[in-house]
């Protein structure tokens, strides 16, 4: 097969991904599925499992778990039958068991302690990387004061420190969410970096001073500057599919020289509230 028939083989299943995580709360069909790729009804689940690594129920069901998952960690004020209802579940107790039989915890034992780890690794798929053409805007930013936490260790066990960290924001009332920009900072590569070694820095605008805290939350500078731009649609797992290009492409073109600050993301919108295919993250590659 040709590059660019691999190419557009690979756009067809894109396409069912993306339709997939726009429409978590409706009904998925196969053979629904198999008109957005423009295959075969006969022949697409075995097409689709063998381009994820798993079939398309197991597949659906797993990215809607997901989501009532971090509804159950960072919404704590959502009832489990509510979120139980919206994943597309009859009852809570058919919840319960598909939520235990995946994740080895009941929903009200993962909201009360998750086991972050083992979570995800039920999202270790073999979809290959997108390939995206970048539009890239050079843009100067202003110096912004942030509250940081750093996270070192494994990726799978970013998101107990980012709850540490909305635990913070919410009781602090010093980067509240509804009128202060969201950051990460990507110090290390997770695709190359000793998951012991890995650093993220999850960071939130600060508004007044900081003072210590149980967490470890510490003031910081996201320094002014030119960067080059790049928006990135879809979920925070897919970023690569952006910063790749980025580094590969444009960049030995551009002539530009990078300044000595990682790369960082600003969350134009966040989890759970935002379905995954909705989500907007402009990624800042600071320039000299």
Known sequence: ??????????ARFERVLDHIEAHLHAPLEVEQLANVAHFSRFHFQRQFADFTGVGVARYILLMRLKHASLQLAFQPQRRIIDIALEAGFENPES???AFRS??????????????WPSWHERFVFRIPERKVDVQVEITHVEPIRIALLAHRGPVNGLNATVAQFIAWRKASGLSPVERCRTFGLAWDNPDTTPPEQFRFGICGELEGDLPGNAQGVVESLIPGGRCARVRHVGAHE????SIYP???QWLPESGEELRDFPLYFHYLNL???TPPGELLTDIYLPLK
């Open 102 to 115: 995946a994740f080895g915890q009941s929903p009200s034992q993962f909201r009360r302690a998750p086991d």
């Open 246 to 248: 980025l580094y590969r």
């Open 238 to 241: 897919r970023l690569g599919d």
């Open 271 to 273: 989890l759970p509230d």
């Open 95 to 97: 919840f319960t068991r």
């Open 1 to 10: 097969m040709s590059d660019e028939r691999k190419k557009a083989y690979q």
